[in-house]
């Protein structure tokens, strides 16, 4: 049996806080497309910082974690930094083209995982790190990876 090789990478974040959080109000048509077009965008970004760290393509099963340094040290939660991980992930999942009634959505992706689900992808919590005194926010990733 080959041996594997476990490879890591820390790509920085072009945010400074996160783009998308659980407590985005989004009741209204606009705000809806607002955030479609923001997750468009993410997924954009990380097209492009996969291609800048020349990460592998059709990896079976990695690990991504999020990590924020916020500029201040007020109470946060975690939880709330899903909706940007989903939109990281999905930009590093393949390209996908779904069918809809009145045409087609392309959602843009690198292809570094085959795909998005369990069996692919782990997300564990995002690590929120304490404040540095003078530094603005900012956020990065750590993936691992067998090859």
């Known amino acids: 049996m080959p041996e594997t090789e476990t490879h890591t990478a820390t790509i920085k974040l072009p ?13 209204t048509r606009g705000a809806v497309f607002a955030k479609a077009g923001k997750i468009t965008e993410i997924r954009l970004i990380m097209i492009g910082l996969a291609r ?7 990896v079976e099963r990695a690990t991504i974690t ?9 109470a946060r939660d975690s939880i709330n930094l899903a909706p940007t ?8 999942t393949p390209q996908k083209v779904v069918k809809t009634k009145k045409g087609f959505n392309v959602h843009p ?26 530094k603005p926010g900012a956020l990065w990733l750590e993936i691992t990876w067998e090859a």
């Open 15 to 27: 945010w400074s806080s996160p783009p998308l959080s659980m407590n985005d109000s989004g009741a």
């Open 52 to 58: 800048k760290a020349k990460l592998p393509k059709g």
């Open 66 to 74: 999020l990590h924020y340094r916020p500029r201040d040290n007020r």
């Open 85 to 92: 991980v989903k939109a990281i992930v999905d930009g590093l």
């Open 109 to 134: 992706g690198y292809g570094f995982v085959v795909d998005d689900n369990t069996r692919h992808v782990s997300t564990p919590e995002t690590i929120i790190h304490p404040a540095e005194r003078g």
